[in-house]
């Protein structure tokens, strides 16, 4: 955090942009036990997102719908206090993403329809930085078990988003009674089996289809090469920029640089 950020500010402000700034960036005790209350936080809002749709018509639906958007708009108020650049911050997708999340918990009725963008979430979470601080204390960055993890959330991201398209917009037609059968044709197209049990009416169901079967078959193939591929570590050389080495690796492949890769190892 920059003086220029503190200069117009009471000091009580100052006081707690500096807390809140060291809870979301900081290394402490009390940090990291923050970070790890924030992640599960956020992985119970995303069970009620998955589960919404079948949770919509009962009784406690928006009560828990509007306490998930005021969570989620303390949490955009204190990460915009706690950074240093609130521009810089507010042009982050994640942000964006975020925002749009918080939009939809807020106006429940006129935008239900866009419900199923709320699995975003789970691609948003598993792609930000403070949950690979939190996971395993950092250990796991830059290496194969957090390409493996991103493409997992992704491919589990758009499962979710197009299961909650069919439902949202095919409930009733033939086959499709429920959150369950959604899910079923959302996978059985996905992965292009195609059983024919359930199909989705007219021109717009039959494009949906094919974007589902196109975009499947791409996601599955990145994690099946995230799961496959070769261990490697990534340490930019210093020389030629190469990102990725061997894990044992003492010079760059490419340009023959001595390199010093950092480990853990006693």
Known sequence: ?????????PRGAIRLKARLHELYHGESRRSATFRFW??????????????????????????????????LFL??????AACGNV????????VWLDGFILLTLLMPEYLANFGFLRAVKIWTLVHSNLFWRVIGGGRFDDTNVEDVTKA???????????TGLVYTW???????????????????????????????????????????MFAGIGLFLRLVGA???????????????LQRHDLDAVHCKACGTLLNIPNDED
């Open 1 to 9: 955090m920059t003086k220029d950020s503190f200069r117009t500010l």
């Open 38 to 71: 924030h992640v599960l936080a956020d992985a119970g809002v995303i069970a009620f997102f998955v589960a919404a749709p079948i949770l919509r018509d009962s009784d406690v639906f928006l009560a828990i719908d509007y306490a998930i958007a005021a969570v």
């Open 75 to 80: 949490d955009l108020a204190a990460r915009s």
């Open 87 to 94: 521009r810089a911050w507010m042009r982050e997708p994640l």
């Open 152 to 162: 997992a959330a992704t491919l589990a991201t758009f499962v979710f988003m197009m």
């Open 170 to 212: 095919f409930l009733g037609h033939p086959g499709l009674n429920g959150y369950v059968d959604a899910l079923y044709f959302t996978m059985t197209t996905l992965t292009t089996t195609g059983y024919g049990d359930i199909t989705l009416p007219g021109t717009a169901g039959r494009l949906l289809s094919v974007v589902m």
């Open 227 to 241: 799961v496959l591929r070769p261990r490697k570590v990534r340490f930019p050389c210093h020389s030629c920029g």
